[in-house]
């Protein structure tokens, strides 16, 4: 069976350090990626999603980047955090035709 | 105007209540409807999924997709405590051979389910 890891699951981190939250899928081969951001009280907003080794694209513009290194391998980064990076990340993976898969999240909280 | 329309609530029902939670939307491309439901601190889960219009039953839960109204509706029957939770709606358009699909969801709905 299909499994997707995150971690790690709370972040505390000052303004303007990096950042770099990992996800990776187990039981399946050449996933859809994305990255989403959960605002309290809100929805969830796409940031980036990738369909294959190396490719990458942003839903929104922003001081956050993503990569994957790896078929199974989603990362999110930021070189500098702002206040308003906090949030709760999730990380998916999956398509419109068959569902998506959703970690268990990681809360960043950026003081 | 927002693409997907879900009322954040809070709905506080009793013990054994039929619950009803809907949501609307604009962008007539969507094809594929998705209920999640997601516990306090934790990542959304894959209740329900609906490809066009029509119903879809599973145990105690009923989706119901109105395309011609631009409509979806999640039915719980015998509602339980374990039932509280947020339900975020999810809808996304087909995007040909990429596979890939953007899920633009609601805000959500927070249901309490009291004894």
């Known amino acids: 069976s299909q499994t997707i890891h995150q971690w790690p699951a709370t972040l505390v981190q000052p303004v303007g350090s990096p950042l770099s939250l990992e996800c990776t899928v187990e039981?399946?081969?050449?996933?859809?990626l994305y990255w989403y951001r959960q605002a309290a009280g809100r929805g969830l907003q796409l940031l980036f999603y990738?369909?294959?080794?190396?490719?990458i694209s942003s839903e929104v513009p922003q001081n956050l980047s993503a990569s994957r290194p790896q078929d199974r391998q989603f990362i999110l980064s930021s070189k500098k955090l702002l206040l308003s990076d906090s949030g709760f990340y999730l990380c998916?993976?999956?398509?419109?035709?068959?569902?998506?898969?959703f970690g268990s999240g990681t809360r960043l909280t950026v003081v | 105007q927002k693409e997907v329309e879900q009322d954040p609530g809070p709905l506080s029902v009793p013990e054994g209540a039929i619950v009803s939670l809907n949501c609307t939307y604009s962008n007539s491309a969507f094809q594929y409807f998705m209920w999640y439901r997601q516990y306090s601190r934790k990542g959304p889960e894959l209740l329900m999924y609906t490809y066009s219009s029509g119903n879809k039953e599973d145990g105690r839960f009923t989706a119901q997709v109105d395309k011609s109204s631009k409509y979806i509706s999640l039915f719980i029957r015998d509602s339980q405590p374990s039932d509280s939770a947020t339900y975020l709606c999810a809808m996304s358009v087909y995007a040909g051979g990429t596979s890939y699909g953007k899920l633009t969801f609601g805000q959500g709905t927070i249901l309490t389910v009291h004894p």
């Open positions: 990738s369909v294959g080794i190396g490719q």
């Open positions: 039981g399946t081969s050449n996933p859809n």
């Open positions: 998916a993976w999956g398509g419109p035709d068959y569902g998506y898969t």
